[in-house]
C-alpha cells in the first residue's frame, strides 16, 4: 500500500512539474511570436536628399564613425506636412543664435502618405544656410523606428530627439546641454532627458482629455513595475545622447512602437549611463497621430515584451569602448 501511495505521489509530483514546464515553454513561445521583428534598413534609407542634392540621394554618415559637427537633430516625422514648417522655423532661429554651435537636422520621414518628405526638402532650401538631410523610409515602422533610424545615422557629438510638432521648446536645448556638460564631460556617456513632470497640475495638463491622463497615471505606475519609475516623464520627445551614449543605446533598440522611449532608458540602465531629468517648457499641439485607447493596450504589451526580453537575456545591451573624437 505505501509503495503505490509513493508511486501514486511520485507520478503527481511529475505530472505537475511537466504541466509547469509545458506552460513556461507556451509563454516563451509566447513571448517569442509578440516580440517585434529586428528592425531592417533598406539600402535607399541608408542615404539622403538635401537641398544641393534634391534628387540624388547621397551616403549617411555612420553613428559609429567620430562625430564630424557639434549637434544632430532627429525629428521623426510622419505625414507632418502642417506643423513641420512652424516646428523648423523655431529650431532655426535658435540654432543660428548659437554662433559656435556646429549642427545637422535630419528629418526622417516614416513612410508619409502626405508629402512629407517633399516638404521637407522645401524647408532644406528655403534655410539653405542649414545643414538639413532628409532620410525617407520605405514604410511606415514607428516613431521608434524612426528616431533610432535617425540616431544611427547621425555625425553629431550630442544628439537631440526633437518632435516635429514643436511641443517641446527648442530654446530649452541649453538647460539639457548645460547639464550634459556636468553629467558627462569629456564627451563620456550620457543622457539628459526633458521633463514635463512640473507640469502636471498646470494649464496645459489639467486641459488635456480625461483619457489622456488616465494612460499618463496608469504609465506612470507601471513604469516603476518595470525598473523605470525614477525618471517621472519618459515620453517628453526631447531627448539629448551624448555620442559615446548613443553608440551603446540604440544599436540595441529593439521597439518600434511610441513606447520606445521606456526601453532607451531600460538600456541606460542596464549599461550603467547616467540619465538626468531636466524641466521644460511644453505645449500640446493639434494633430497628435495618437489613438489614446489602441495605445493604452499597446503601451501595456510593449512594456510586459520588453521587461520579459531583457529578464530573459533576448535583448541585451553590451558596452563598448565607442570611436569618438
Known amino acids: 500500500m505505501d509503495t503505490q501511495h509513493l508511486l501514486y505521489g511520485g507520478l503527481t509530483l511529475s505530472g505537475g512539474i511537466l504541466i509547469f514546464v509545458t506552460n513556461i515553454y507556451q509563454l516563451y513561445l509566447a513571448l517569442v511570436f509578440w516580440s517585434p521583428a529586428p528592425i531592417v534598413t533598406h539600402e535607399s534609407e541608408k ?20 562625430s564630424s559637427v557639434d549637434l544632430s537633430i532627429v525629428v521623426p516625422a510622419y505625414n507632418e506636412t502642417q506643423r513641420l514648417p512652424l516646428m523648423m522655423a523655431a529650431t532655426i532661429a535658435h540654432l543660428a543664435s548659437q554662433k559656435k554651435r556646429t549642427y545637422e537636422i535630419l528629418i526622417v520621414d516614416d513612410g508619409s502618405t502626405d508629402g512629407t518628405s517633399e516638404t521637407a526638402l522645401q524647408l532644406a532650401a528655403k534655410y539653405s544656410k542649414s545643414n538639413i538631410r532628409v532620410v525617407t523610409l520605405e514604410k511606415n ?22 518632435d516635429a510638432d514643436g ?23 550620457g543622457v539628459v532627458v526633458g521633463s514635463r513632470a512640473h507640469l502636471v497640475k498646470s494649464e496645459a495638463v489639467v486641459k488635456r482629455s480625461l483619457l489622456r491622463n488616465i494612460l499618463m497615471y496608469g504609465l506612470h505606475t507601471i513604469l516603476r513595475i518595470v525598473g523605470v519609475g525614477h525618471i517621472r516623464d519618459t515620453q517628453c520627445g526631447f531627448k539629448l545622447f551624448s555620442r559615446s ?16 522611449d521606456v526601453e532607451l532608458l531600460l538600456l541606460a540602465k542596464q549599461l550603467g549611463i547616467p540619465v538626468a531629468e531636466v524641466p521644460i517648457e511644453w505645449h500640446e499641439v493639434a494633430g497628435s497621430k495618437l489613438n489614446v485607447m489602441t495605445a493604452s493596450f499597446q503601451m501595456l504589451r510593449d512594456l510586459l515584451i520588453v521587461r520579459a526580453n531583457h529578464l530573459l537575456g533576448r535583448w541585451q545591451a553590451i558596452p563598448t569602448k565607442p570611436k569618438s573624437d
Open 47 to 66: 542615404k539622403c536628399r538635401s537641398h544641393t542634392s534634391p534628387k540624388k540621394r547621397l551616403p549617411l554618415a555612420q553613428l559609429a564613425d567620430p
Open 141 to 162: 515602422i514607428g516613431k521608434g523606428g524612426a528616431v533610432r533610424h535617425g540616431m544611427l545615422y547621425s555625425s553629431g557629438e550630442r544628439l537631440l530627439m526633437a
Open 167 to 189: 511641443a517641446s521648446r527648442i530654446e530649452d536645448l541649453e538647460a539639457l546641454w548645460t547639464t550634459m556638460d556636468t553629467l558627462a564631460p569629456s564627451n563620456r556617456p
Open 245 to 260: 551614449a548613443a553608440q551603446q543605446i540604440f544599436p540595441a533598440q529593439h521597439l518600434p512602437t511610441w513606447i520606445f
